[in-house]
């Protein structure tokens, strides 16, 4: 099983075994050196001011400050790409046939078709993404790289 890693750190820790985590932005996109070109980074920087934020079950003792390594098993983050993209834009065109097919052919009603139809898919999305599909592999100790080991199982 292949694993995509992300180092985070702890916001709060509550008595329910529940942590909030926020993913350390030293890694990602911030890092990458087409940040300052790139379509999802823009999107980000104009969409997103903040860092988003994530509750995670966990039976580990974290106190915030505390680093951890979060994992997403690869075909997650497939299904994930495929809710995100490619859904809204198949139920854009879907909308967009149905406007056709109905004579709709006015370019600011079939527009307003279309775009029910992406706003459909969004919503579509959101309510199929199930819980947090992220596991929190360890915690992690600032000597040690947050990347595993490939010799350990």
Do not use: Y
Not at 1 to 20: C, F, I, P, R
Not at 139 to 153: A, G, V, Y
């Amino acid at each position: 099983m292949t694993w995509v890693t992300q180092e985070a750190e702890v916001l709060t820790h509550s008595t329910k075994g529940q942590v909030e985590v926020k993913a350390c932005t030293s890694q990602g996109c911030g890092s990458c050196r087409l940040a300052s070109r790139c379509g999802q980074g823009l999107l980000s920087r104009w969409l997103l001011r903040r860092t988003p934020s994530i509750t995670l079950q966990t039976e580990l003792l974290l106190q915030p400050g505390d680093r951890v390594l979060l994992g997403l098993e690869a075909s997650q983050l497939n299904v994930a790409a495929l809710l995100q993209f490619l859904l809204p834009l198949l139920t854009l065109l879907a909308a967009a046939m149905l406007a056709e097919f109905l004579g709709v052919t006015a370019g600011f009603k079939l527009f307003l078709m279309a775009l029910t139809g992406l706003a459909g898919g969004l919503l579509l999305a959101r309510r199929l993404a199930t819980a947090s599909p992220f596991k929190l592999l360890r915690q992690l100790n600032p000597s040690i790289s947050p990347f595993p080991n490939k010799n350990r199982s």
